[in-house]
């Protein structure tokens, strides 16, 4: 997974996941529920959580659910470009947090998941797409979309796979934390 350890820099982005963008995907309930096990993991493993919000003022915040599983203090950035490193604060939380590699969830695949993973991979930033915690109106340009990010070096991989590779052994104190959020995401 590209030198991805608990300690070693890692930290989720989750992109636009507005209940506005997700009442029009076709999937958004069940990207919804891999978003909420993402986060949950990664607050488990203390991985840092950003999110984004495209226009927040026009199309309200981040859905509820996910800020919840977040914990306190959740990092929110404001955008009006389509990355997520359009929006203002962003690449400077993330340098000063030590961030060098990103999980990267949300919305939508093809447009602001796609250019906040080119402008993650352009500014060093190891890159795992987490597919199944991201979605699309039209699933044919999100199969494109990953296909080519991945070309382009990033990895793309399920929540599960990325978290179990994270925890590493099942005697990890914090294992059946996590069977337990993958069973509710199940649910």
């Not at 209940?19 to 076709?26: A, K, T, Y």
């Not at 929110?76 to 690449?91: C, E, I, Q, R, Y």
């Amino acid at each position: 997974m590209n030198g991805v350890s608990p300690s070693g820099g890692a930290a989720l982005l989750v992109v636009d996941v507005q209940p506005s963008f997700l009442r029009v995907m076709p999937a958004g309930e069940a990207c919804l529920r891999r978003c909420r096990l993402a986060v949950g993991a990664a607050r488990l493993l203390g991985l840092p959580v950003f999110f984004t919000e495209q226009v927040p003022a026009k199309l309200g915040p981040t859905h509820p659910d996910l800020l919840l599983a977040a914990g306190e203090g959740p990092r929110v950035f404001g955008k009006t470009a389509f990355s997520a490193f359009g929006a203002p604060g962003l690449t400077e939380a993330l340098r000063d947090a030590g961030i060098t590699h990103l999980l990267i969830a949300g919305l939508e695949g093809p447009v602001c998941v796609h250019q906040t993973a080119v402008a993650a991979l352009r500014a060093d930033f190891g890159v795992t797409l987490l597919a199944d915690a991201i979605t699309e109106r039209r699933p044919e340009d999100g199969a494109v979309s990953l296909a080519a990010l991945r070309h382009g070096g990033a990895t793309v991989l399920p929540v599960e796979t990325v978290f179990y590779a994270l925890l590493g052994d099942a005697a990890e104190p914090r294992f059946r934390a996590f069977t337990e959020l993958v069973k509710q995401a199940q649910a």
